[in-house]
């Protein structure tokens, strides 16, 4: 016991977790834009090309089917595979395949189909006589989207992405495996490998901390959003 109290006061330490902590940060905030960018497209033309939708603005069964089979191929890759698969594209983009800067790639992608999902499922529940209003309207299907579906879907969108960011924190984690550095690493290299049960406390500690902020702030979001309809 004696041992895990001088760990867990010894600078040194402390040093490594706020270091660590960054790199998670920095991991998680970037992915996180980078699946948003990537996923929020691929969402609507999902929804948008689904014939079977009511809210489909411009049916494409083929295309649909083509982009749900590579989406649900993605999803069902575990992230450690990803991450190995991977590594050559993370080598192209960023010039290495190892560390916190190349760990961005994989995560970015794992998280992409999910966030498609989430905003296909968002779009899937707008009301379509609010689509069809602005329809007979004469609004163009971009502009139904961007001015209409996505507004209106928004709270949900938030709740979807507040799950995103915290599936990415325990992607983050799993990437500490690989050496992709962050919390994960800190707990495996200096807690598990070395003996040291402080390291894996604080880092444990440390994630629960940033899961439970993001969903806070998230569901605070989203219930404003709510309540200013």
Request: glycine share 8%.
């Amino acid at each position: 016991m004696s041992a895990f109290i001088s760990q867990f006061l010894d600078p040194g330490m402390w040093h490594l977790v706020l270091l660590s902590t960054w790199q998670t940060v920095m991991m998680v905030l970037f992915s996180s834009v980078f699946s948003f960018i990537i996923g929020l497209p691929l969402g609507v033309i999902l929804h948008v090309t689904d014939s079977e939708a009511l809210g489909g603005l411009h049916p494409m069964p083929v295309l649909n089917s083509v982009l749900s089979r590579i989406v649900n191929i993605l999803r069902s890759f575990p992230f450690i595979i990803l991450i190995i698969l991977l590594m050559p594209l993370s080598r192209i983009i960023v010039g290495t395949a190892i560390g916190t800067v190349a760990t961005i790639v994989p995560l970015s992608i794992a998280a992409a189909p999910f966030v498609a999902r989430v905003i296909e499922s968002s779009l899937k529940e707008i009301d379509p006589g609010v689509i069809q209003a602005a329809r007979a309207m004469g609004s163009t299907n971009w502009q139904i989207i961007y001015k209409v579906m996505i507004p209106e879907a928004l709270p949900s969108l938030i709740s979807g992405m507040t799950l995103t960011i915290i599936n990415l924190i325990g992607y983050s984690a799993m990437a500490g495996a690989l050496g992709g550095g962050g919390l994960g690493d800190l707990a495996i290299r200096y807690g598990y490998q070395r003996f040291r049960p402080a390291y894996m406390v604080a880092a444990v500690i440390i994630l629960l901390l940033m899961v439970e902020i993001i969903q806070i702030v998230g569901t605070k979001v989203s219930n404003h959003l709510l309540s200013k309809r």
